[in-house]
Nanobody
Framework: QLQVDESGGGLVQPGGSLRLSCSAS????????MGWYHQTPGNGRYLVGS???????TLADSVKGRFTISRDNAKNTLHLQMNGLKPEDSGVYSCYVGLTRLTDDPKTYREFWGQGTQVVVSS
């Protein structure tokens, strides 16, 4: 079964930086898209950024110029470099692994989620 592991969250002062990492492992044939979602209490979950296997990337307008998203297809890893952090960036960041095919069932596309990593931006 595919496993999604996240790391890099923590407490940082406004204006600081964090780097989130996501790693997918376990019987992977292909991954179509990987992304980071941000969730705060009462505000639901929204897409921060994503990277498709062909290289296309997306970033939410609220983080453009501050965040950079990158992916290593060979290692099935995804990174989110977060600079110029603001208090409103606080919340849980979850890694999304979508359009995924596993070696034991190559005809089925699946999606997986990580447990989430907490980011707190506060002075």
């Amino acid at each position: 079964q595919l496993q999604v592991d996240e790391s890099g969250g923590g407490l940082v002062q406004p204006g600081g930086s964090l780097r989130l990492s996501c790693s997918a492992s376990g019987g992977i044939l292909s991954i179509g898209v990987m992304g980071w979602y941000h969730q705060t209490p009462g505000n639901g979950r929204y897409l921060v950024g994503s990277v498709f296997s062909a290289g296309t990337t997306t970033l939410a307008d609220s983080v453009k110029g501050r965040f950079t998203i990158s992916r290593d297809n060979a290692k099935n890893t995804l990174h989110l470099q977060m600079n110029g952090l603001k208090p409103e960036d606080s919340g849980v960041y979850s890694c999304y692994v979508g359009l995924t095919r596993l070696t034991d069932d190559p005809k089925t596309y699946r999606e997986f989620w990580g447990q989430g990593t907490q980011v707190v931006v506060s002075s």
